[in-house]
């Protein structure tokens, strides 16, 4: 053992508790414990719901149920906020281990993560979503790209803000370049949270702009 790991020992992401040998990044009581979504193997879809009327989505999936004072907030208040980027890739192996060999997702043309503004980004340092998605994107053999969708203003940071004004407030916030490059393409969108579905919207209607698109979600976790 090195003395980093003897004077710091690793912990449970999701509780704290110290991590036993052979155990990463989450205990394997939480990891047990965590509510998945299992959206993949039902007829009844959260977010298509939620999106419904509003989003025309062909796939739509989640790793987890989100709720406060819960494991799953922890996990998403350690990946965006204390800077555990590796949970980010393994959220994405954990989802693309459930979706890999459903026929309808080998339909998928390419991964797009939401994007952060660019002042987000400098200040945290990263896009929480880029493992995530970039792991998905290399179970199922696709390209990840991150340069064409992007974020046109800094919105206020969410939590702070009730469902309604969450939604109207980031909707109007993407934009896209090099649209061509798209055009005809079956997208993924890949995103941590989502809650009132504004997000998912506004990526939507930037990515309207490359013609004859399919778009699918995935998501780490939603809110209940």
Same mark, same amino acid.
């Given at each position: 053992m090195s003395?980093?790991?003897?004077f710091?020992?690793?912990q449970?992401n999701a509780?704290?508790n110290?991590?036993?040998?052979?155990e990463?990044l =989450?205990c394997?009581?939480?990891?047990?414990? @965590?509510?998945?979504?299992?959206?993949?193997t039902t007829t $009844? *879809?959260?977010?298509?719901?939620?999106?419904?009327?509003r989003?025309s989505?062909?796939?739509?999936?989640?790793?987890f149920y989100?709720?406060?004072?819960t494991?799953?907030q922890?996990l998403i208040?350690?990946?965006?906020y204390?800077g555990k980027?590796k949970l980010?890739?393994y959220?994405?192996?954990?989802l693309?281990?459930?979706?890999?060999?459903i026929?309808a997702y080998?339909n =998928?043309?390419?991964v797009?993560?939401v994007? @952060?503004h660019?002042?987000?980004?400098?200040s945290?340092g $990263? *896009?929480?979503v880029e493992?995530?998605?970039?792991?998905?994107?290399?179970?199922l053999n696709?390209?990840?790209?991150d340069?064409?969708?992007?974020?046109?203003?800094?919105?206020?940071?969410?939590v702070f803000?009730?469902r309604r004004?969450?939604s109207?407030?980031?909707?109007?916030?993407?934009?896209?370049?090099?649209?061509e490059?798209?055009?005809?393409?079956?997208?993924l969108l890949v995103?941590d949270l989502?809650t009132t579905?504004?997000?998912?919207?506004?990526c939507?209607l930037a990515?309207?702009?490359?013609?004859?698109?399919?778009?699918?979600v995935a998501?780490m976790?939603i809110?209940?």
């Open positions: 003395l980093l790991k003897l710091y020992p690793d449970c509780c704290d110290l991590l036993s040998s052979g990463n =989450i394997t009581t939480c990891r047990h414990a @965590l509510p998945l979504a299992h959206f993949h $009844y *879809n959260p977010i298509i719901k939620l999106l419904y009327g989003t989505l062909e796939l739509a999936v989640a790793l989100f709720d406060k004072k494991r799953v922890q208040h350690n990946l965006k204390r980027k980010s890739a959220f994405g192996i954990w693309a281990e459930q979706i890999i060999d026929e080998k =998928i043309d390419c797009i993560p994007p @952060l660019k002042k987000r980004l400098k945290r $990263y *896009n929480q493992g995530f998605g970039k792991a998905i994107a290399n179970a696709k390209p990840y790209i340069d064409v969708l992007y974020r046109t203003k800094a919105t206020n940071t969410q803000l009730n004004f969450r109207t407030e980031v909707i109007g916030s993407f934009s896209l370049r090099n649209e490059e798209l055009k005809g393409k079956h997208i995103d989502i579905g504004g997000t998912v919207e506004g939507f990515l309207q702009k490359a013609t004859d698109i399919k778009l699918s998501v976790a809110a209940v």
